[in-house]
Each structure stands twice: as C-alpha cells, then as structure tokens.
C-alpha cells in the first residue's frame, strides 16, 4: 500500500499468511476467499446444469465430490444418490451433508475400478475430478446413459503455478486438453455430445488468499508449504500491496458424454 512503511508491510504479510495457514481446507467451499480473491465463472453455470440433470435421473454418480458441497446444491437428488470421494475428512463432511438428502458417501481411493455393478447409473457427474477413468464411467453407465462434468482446463492459474515453479515444459502446460478427453471418451466407446472451453480471469488481492488457494487445490504447487516458499510469498505480498492484484487465468472445459444404446 503506498505509504505503507517496511516495518508495516512485514507486520501484515505475517499476519495474513498466518491467518491464512491457519484456516481448515476441508471440503470444496472456498467462501473465505469472498472479499479476497475472484474467479470468474464460466457461461454454462455447471451447477445449475447439473441440478436439472440431476432432477431428470433415477440413478445418479457424483464421483470425486469433495465434500458433497455442489452436489447438495441440487434442489431435486434422484431415488438413488451415490458419492465416492478419497480424502477422509471430505467424506466425514460430504457424509454429514448427503445424507439428510438421502444420498450415500462411498469412500473409494479414485482409482479403477469403480466399487459399482455395470450399467448401475443413468447420470454420472462430477466437478474438477483430478483424473476421468473413461473406461469406468462407460462401464458404469446404463446405455443411453450420461456422463456430464465441468473440468480444469490446459495450463490453468499458469501464473501463479510458474511464479512459484517457473517455466512449466510444454507436456505440462497442454495437459488436461479437452480434445484429449474427447478422444478418451470416444475410445471407451461413448459419444461426445457437448465439448467446450473457456478462459477466466481470477485475481488475488491479499497474500492470505494465495496462501489458502495453494493449500487447498492442492496439484497446482505440490508440497506446498509456506515455510518452504516464504521468499517468494514475502516478494509476491510487495508486489500486491504496491501494484494491485495477482492476476491469472482459469481455463475450464464443460463436456458432456452419453452411451450409446445398445441394439
């Protein structure tokens, strides 16, 4: 902040990283960053989408719900409701928030094979899952059957990750490609029926709120801990204070894929 002395600026940057470090990053709410960061969001408003899926469907999926936070955003859950999610303290709060609704949390460790029967779902979803097993969800899916999720996009918050990292190398800045899924999908033998992508700005106004995010999602500076990286927090916290918000880009991509039905 202009006019802000050094003694000042330390005194703040400590009190914001360790506010910061401090909060619990359970489940997938991130409302502590209201007022600190902003994400812009994409046209297609995934959780409104799904929601009317969601209505439509007699068996649904929600594989990877963090804790079960957009799922229960849903006015209308079908007759059969399943989550699967990995890490133990989302399933305890995706768990206490599910089940008034009548929907079961499965603890699965996200990997293959799914702990579901064939064709045991009409609707699967899920929201920003770390890896899609193609094979699975077409396994697990009726013929006729759905699977609809909002994805992390290429080289998504590139800025702050290389700010961090550095120079990221061309295998990871074109990871998570949508035209890879695409073809990942169709190799499991369904059809892509809705593919899109879109780029986002976010800004990060204060420190603490990049000490959050890095702590929370948790891929983008693996290991990250602000002991190891306080150099690079203290000159980042300069930078905002005396130039404004950190500024990056989101990338998401909506894709929507059905199962053909069988002759």
Sequence with gaps: MPGTSKEEENARFEALVAEAAAVSVDGW??????????????????????????????????IQTGGGEVLASAPKLPPVTVAT????????????????RGA???ADADEPPLPFGDAAFDLV??????????????????????????????????????YFLGPQPPGARGARDPR?????????????V???????????????????????VIWMVPG????QYRPQLAALHHLIETEGPFVAHTTRFLIEARKPQQP
């Design 194 to 216: 809705d593919l899109r992508l879109e780029t986002l700005r976010t800004e990060f106004f204060d420190i603490g709120a990049v000490v959050y995010f890095l702590r929370k």
């Design 180 to 192: 890879r899924a695409r073809a990942d999908a169709e190799a499991a033998g369904l059809e892509v």
């Design 104 to 106: 079961v949390v499965v």
């Design 29 to 62: 709410d991130f409302s502590w960053l209201d007022g600190r960061a902003t994400e812009q969001r994409p046209s297609w408003g995934y959780a409104r989408a799904m929601a009317d899926r969601l209505g439509r469907a007699q068996a649904a999926l929600d």
């Design 125 to 162: 979803v899920s929201r920003h899952p770390v890896t899609t097993w193609w094979a699975e969800i077409a396994r697990v899916l009726k013929p006729g059957g759905t699977y609809f999720s909002q994805q992390v996009g290429p080289a998504s918050v590139f800025e702050l990750v290389e």
């Design 224 to 227: 990250f801990t602000v002991e």
């Design 85 to 100: 999610e990995s890490w133990p303290p989302n399933i305890a709060r995706a768990t206490a928030l599910l089940h008034p």
